[in-house]
């Protein structure tokens, strides 16, 4: 439950208060496990652990898209969160559509069997296009070879969260993260790709100059 809370207080401090908020969160989240861990005597150090590992890598993770959102004005920043997404979306349906009909070669057979070498650097180029349709956005200082290189670092993660999630479900013992969206393995597979993606993205677009450093509403 303190995992859960951490992990919606991440996007929500990350908005007003920049930043910081996401330290204030990440502070809070490990004295209050301190605090259970000490007093409730079933808790283990792995049980700590997975609490704060789980809201990280769920709440503070996607607290990227918040960034990249709150630092343009709107409707702009919306739109480059959303080019973000597409970009994502276009990584995963490119290695789809390759994958299944020229993938011979298996990209990572014990983590996962479907995913092919051929599929992956698909993924890579549909990533690419869309961070080079990105530079048309007002607000984006972003040259098209900043953006194909922006692109493919993109698509890398979202492969490395795509297996990362595989594994954490293998490890667990589960065949799907959940049942809220039947067929499509859980609403965490929906999400997997765009972990790590949403916080390459803002450590990428504020790093490397193309959009300012977004200032806290209060």
């Known amino acids: 439950m303190l995992g859960i809370i951490a992990a919606m207080l991440y996007p929500l401090s990350v908005f007003f208060l920049g930043l910081n908020g996401a330290l204030y969160v990440s502070m809070a989240l490990l004295l209050a496990l301190i605090v259970w861990y000490v007093f409730w005597m079933r808790a283990r150090v792995p049980d700590v652990g997975v609490s704060f590992f789980g809201a990280a890598y769920c709440g503070m993770l996607l607290s990227g898209l918040v960034?990249?959102?709150t630092a343009l004005?709107?409707?702009?920043?919306?739109?480059?969160?959303l080019g973000v997404f597409l970009s994502v979306w276009a990584n995963d349906s490119f290695a789809y559509l390759v994958g299944s009909k020229f993938g011979k070669h298996k990209l990572a057979p014990r983590t996962s069997p479907k995913k092919s070498w051929e599929g992956f650097i698909a993924g890579l180029v549909g990533s690419a296009v869309f961070w080079c349709l990105m530079t048309f956005i007002p607000g984006v200082v972003m040259s098209i070879p900043q953006a194909i290189v922006f692109g493919l670092i993109s698509g890398l993660m979202g492969v490395l969260g795509d297996l990362a999630e595989s594994r954490i479900k293998r490890n667990s013992g589960f065949k799907d993260s959940g049942s809220i969206m039947p067929g499509h393995g859980g609403l965490l597979d929906r999400c997997d790709s765009l972990f790590l993606v949403a916080v390459t993205s803002a450590i990428l677009l504020v790093g490397g100059g193309c959009i300012p450093f977004p200032v806290p509403l209060f």
Do not use: T
Not at 73 to 81: D, E, H, M, N, R
């Open 73 to 81: 004005p709107q409707p702009w920043g919306g739109v480059l969160a």
């Open 67 to 69: 960034v990249i959102r």
